[in-house]
């Protein structure tokens, strides 16, 4: 808070296996907490404490509809979770969802009909994360550059003409002069409490366990890409995750003066 930080992504594994972190987020109202959840944890208790503390932001991860959330996650899941959403909306509260965008599910969660009938139910927000192939042999799922050219003309449309916020990760940072991550804009602090330039570049010099955020940021690393322009131009305009196309780069700053 005394950086400025306004917003703060919770995402896991599941934050509400640690219950505490919603006991966090309401002792600072003046941050937004997004809490990214598979949804099966959003009970009675945490819908009344959500009530109470209207900077948290549930934000419910789903595949894309019933096929693709239930073959991936388990029979009668996408019931279930729509059925949470929609407890969510009687109840007042603001929630969003979040689809990790591949060039299989592509057509659906960009399909008007499907996003208006979650808004429907109650999601005002509406995360679009491109899939980054971390795992080999799975690059088939990343969006084709028409596809990504697609899903911004969608946006677009969407913003203009239904009542909710939508927002495309890595898409957007085109509008804001480029990659966002390193702290220019964004940062990640990684399970062991490293901190990383973004989710989809794991590389660090920093911990938290050994120095404040204030002075991690300023870590060498974090401050080389941020004064290394080039490094953040997306990657060969394919507008996909620039320092994920250029990890070999960012790996040689981490090597640097080893």
């Known amino acids: 808070a005394e950086l400025g930080i306004s917003i703060i992504l919770v995402a896991g594994g599941e934050p509400l296996l640690r219950p505490e972190i919603l006991d966090i987020a309401t002792a600072y109202p003046q941050i937004i907490f997004a809490l990214f959840t598979n949804g099966l944890l959003l009970d009675e208790q945490v819908v009344k404490r959500l009530k109470k503390s209207r900077n948290i932001l549930p934000i419910i991860s789903l595949e894309g509809g019933r096929r693709e959330t239930d073959g991936r996650r388990g029979e009668g899941l996408y019931d279930l979770l729509r059925a949470k959403i929609s407890r969510l909306g009687t109840a007042g509260i603001l929630s969003g969802a979040s689809f990790t965008l591949t060039s299989a599910n592509y057509a659906l969660v960009t399909q008007g009909s499907f996003i208006n009938d979650l808004i ?89 366990a050994e120095s404040s955020l204030r002075e991690a940021l300023n870590s060498r690393l974090l401050r080389k890409i941020r004064e290394n322009r080039e490094i953040l131009e997306e990657a060969g305009g394919t507008g996909g995750c620039t320092l994920w196309a250029k990890r070999d780069l960012v790996q040689a700053l981490v090597n640097e003066d080893r």
Do not use: M, W
């Open 120 to 208: 429907k139910a109650g999601t005002k927000v509406f995360f679009y994360v491109e899939y980054v192939p971390v795992s080999a042999g799975t690059e088939e799922l990343v969006v084709s550059k028409e596809q990504r050219a697609g899903l911004k003309e969608t946006l677009r449309v969407f913003r203009h003409k239904l009542p909710a916020v939508f927002i495309s990760f890595p898409g957007d940072e085109e509008e804001l002069g480029g990659c966002l991550a390193a702290g220019r804009g964004f940062v990640h602090i990684n399970p062991g409490g490293s901190l990383e330039p973004c989710p989809f570049a794991p590389y660090s010099d920093s911990s938290l």
